[in-house]
């Protein structure tokens, strides 16, 4: 009977498909598969024999049902390892890929932890993908600090890609000059040249000249958060600019910043103001600004992991998300 046959081909593809699963995704199950392959033998074979009754006819028609079994397994295996050989050899060839991808963008956006005689930073990037699209770097010459933080639109390969030619451009142009206006224009065209047309950076750039003498500047970037240490409060030092990549002639302004001793400075990337919680309200500023105010006196790291904790508290990670305190001594 065509049912008979139908029943053979559903069993033993069951049974095909739980071999291959066990054995690919937990291996310490595969008992269980065998005791399902048995089971559906026995039930078919005792189900199909009580329906045709006994007698040799009965015993042939079994036998060939077993022997249809058995082949239509064997060729079930057979097309899957022959899938798995392609598809497989594709799919290492990708996560290689990617796990160099991953090695490059944790080269390229390390932990940060410095501490000389003028300031003190502690700073770290996490990725909602693979390879992230934000960056951090603290660059220090003829005792002058230079700290960026930058956020590449979207995620992924393609942002890590252009981060990364962020970061060497920056590098790069303070061989030449610590000119913060100088390096923002030039910056702005290279990105304008190299990006894909959707794609921009939003980036905040802050250079301490002296113990106290600084400057600042940030391009489409959520505010720094600027903690006195004299009047225990938080202030936000506000975007004023477009953008990397939006206009190519576009100039960039450069403000200054007085501070004192135990002063503390927050960048950070909109991955963190922009979580929501279950009823869509995002984190926002104010409550980072309320962790910083309460918590100024504590260590960098400490800092660090109450705002963190309290972000992952608030909602899930959707986007990159980074952050960088800095205390000037």
């Given at each position: 009977?065509?049912?008979?046959?139908?029943?053979?081909?559903?069993?033993?593809?069951?049974?095909a498909?739980?071999?291959?699963?066990?054995?690919?995704?937990n291996?310490?199950?595969?008992?269980?598969?065998?005791?399902?392959?048995?089971?559906?033998?026995?039930?078919?074979?005792?189900?199909?024999?009580?329906?045709?009754?006994?007698?040799?006819?009965?015993?042939?028609?079994?036998?060939?049902?077993?022997?249809?079994?058995?082949?239509?397994?064997?060729?079930?295996?057979?097309?899957?390892v022959?899938?798995?050989?392609?598809?497989?050899?594709?799919?290492?060839?990708?996560?290689?890929?990617?796990?160099?991808?991953?090695?490059?963008?944790?080269?390229?956006?390390?932990?940060?932890?410095?501490?000389?005689?003028?300031?003190?930073?502690?700073?770290?990037?996490?990725?909602?993908?693979?390879?992230?699209?934000?960056?951090?770097?603290v660059i220090e010459?003829?005792?002058?600090?230079?700290l960026?933080?930058?956020?590449?639109s979207?995620?992924?390969?393609?942002?890590?890609?252009?981060?990364?030619?962020?970061?060497?451009?920056?590098?790069?142009?303070?061989?030449?000059?610590?000119?913060?206006?100088?390096?923002?224009?030039?910056?702005?065209?290279?990105?304008?040249?190299?990006?894909?047309?959707?794609?921009?950076?939003?980036?905040?750039?802050?250079?301490?000249?002296?113990?106290?003498?600084?400057?600042?500047?940030?391009a489409?970037?959520?505010?720094?958060?600027?903690?006195?240490?004299?009047?225990?409060?938080?202030?936000?030092?506000?975007?004023?600019?477009?953008?990397?990549?939006?206009?190519?002639?576009?100039?960039?302004?450069?403000?200054?910043?007085?501070?004192?001793?135990?002063?503390?400075?927050?960048?950070?990337?909109?991955?963190?103001?922009e979580?929501?919680?279950?009823?869509?309200?995002?984190?926002?500023?104010?409550?980072?600004?309320?962790?910083?105010?309460?918590?100024?006196?504590?260590?960098?790291?400490?800092?660090?992991?109450?705002?963190?904790?309290?972000?992952?508290?608030?909602?899930?990670?959707?986007?990159?998300?980074?952050?960088i305190l800095a205390?000037?001594?």
């Open positions: 009977m065509w049912y008979e046959s139908l029943a053979w081909m559903a069993g033993s593809g069951i049974i498909v739980s071999y291959a699963y066990t054995s690919i995704r291996p310490k199950f595969i008992p269980a598969a065998v005791f399902l392959n048995l089971l559906i033998i026995y039930i078919l074979n005792t189900f199909f024999t009580s329906l045709g009754g006994s007698g040799t006819g009965v015993v042939m028609r079994v036998n060939l049902q077993w022997l249809g079994f058995i082949l239509t397994i064997v060729l079930g295996y057979i097309f899957f022959s899938f798995i050989r392609g598809e497989g050899a594709k799919s290492i060839r990708l996560q290689t890929e990617i796990s160099l991808a991953q090695e490059l963008h944790t080269h390229l956006v390390p932990e940060i932890s410095l501490a000389s005689s003028q300031i003190e930073v502690y700073g770290k990037s996490v990725s909602s993908n693979e390879v992230g699209g934000d960056l951090i770097d010459k003829d005792g002058k600090f230079a960026f933080i930058a956020d590449v979207g995620h992924g390969v393609k942002a890590g890609v252009l981060m990364s030619m962020v970061k060497s451009s920056i590098r790069m142009k303070l061989l030449d000059s610590d000119d913060l206006g100088s390096l923002l224009k030039d910056l702005n065209q290279i990105v304008c040249q190299m990006k894909t047309p959707e794609m921009f950076v939003t980036l905040a750039c802050f250079q301490l000249d002296g113990r106290h003498k600084s400057q600042f500047s940030l489409g970037h959520p505010p720094i958060l600027h903690y006195s240490s004299r009047t225990k409060t938080v202030n936000e030092l506000p975007n004023q600019h477009l953008p990397l990549g939006v206009l190519p002639d576009y100039s960039f302004s450069v403000e200054t910043l007085n501070l004192s001793s135990g002063d503390l400075l927050v960048f950070l990337t909109d991955g963190l103001t979580v929501e919680n279950k009823s869509r309200e995002q984190f926002g500023l104010e409550r980072i600004s309320e962790i910083v105010r309460r918590r100024a006196e504590q260590s960098l790291p400490e800092i660090y992991s109450s705002i963190m904790s309290a972000v992952q508290a608030f909602g899930q990670q959707q986007d990159d998300q980074t952050l205390r000037i001594r």
